[in-house]
């Protein structure tokens, strides 16, 4: 870990410095989180209410990092968990599976004024919702936004090789998909 992220995580635990290195961590974090978040939930406000919560939990545990992986990675880590356990819960109180939750986001996703996307855009968002949860956050992750695999490795706590083997499964059942009609 870098001398200066050792800085950073130190003025986040300390009750003096905690609020404002914590403005400057959402200030730095936010559109990132925010963005990471929204592949997996796919509608705008209840994105924005997973990032505050997400926030909300790393605050209140902040003290309990110890910094076995990057700062980054624990907060992804928390962003992912608190997005799965949002969808679950959103599932659950419409009484319907998981899989048809991510059906009628999808399908949203044409109302959603804050998507700015194509036909083909929907096309791979309805094809990536298709995909069993492991293989669409690693997708997500790899595609969208670029992490490298041992990054993700630690987000997700599972291991380089099952990683590379979900994201090649996943590659394949869109390139099928996509190129069905």
């Known amino acids: 870990m870098l ?5 950073f995580i130190a003025a986040l635990q300390n009750k003096e410095t905690q609020n404002r290195a914590f403005q400057q961590l959402v200030s730095q974090y936010k559109e990132r989180l925010y963005w990471h978040i929204r592949r997996i939930v796919l509608n705008h406000d209840d994105a924005d209410d997973v990032l505050q919560n997400t926030f909300v939990k790393i605050y209140r545990n902040i003290h309990n990092f110890k910094g076995e992986s ?4 624990w907060m992804y880590r928390i962003a992912t968990n608190e997005s799965l356990t949002f969808l679950k819960q959103k599932a659950k109180m419409a009484n ?22 194509e036909e083909i855009q929907l096309k791979l968002q309805q094809a990536i919702a298709k995909l069993p949860e492991k293989q669409r956050l690693v997708f997500n992750m790899k595609y969208f936004e670029e992490l490298k695999y041992e990054e993700m490795s630690q987000i997700l706590d599972t291991s380089v090789g ?14 099928d998909y996509l190129t069905e009609d």
């Open 162 to 175: 099952a990683l590379k083997s979900s994201y090649h499964h996943a590659v394949k059942k869109l390139e």
């Open 70 to 73: 990057a700062l980054f990675s």
């Open 96 to 117: 319907i599976t998981d899989e048809e939750l991510q059906n009628s986001l999808v399908q949203n996703l044409q109302a959603d004024s804050y998507f700015e996307g």
């Open 3 to 7: 001398v200066e992220e050792q800085l």
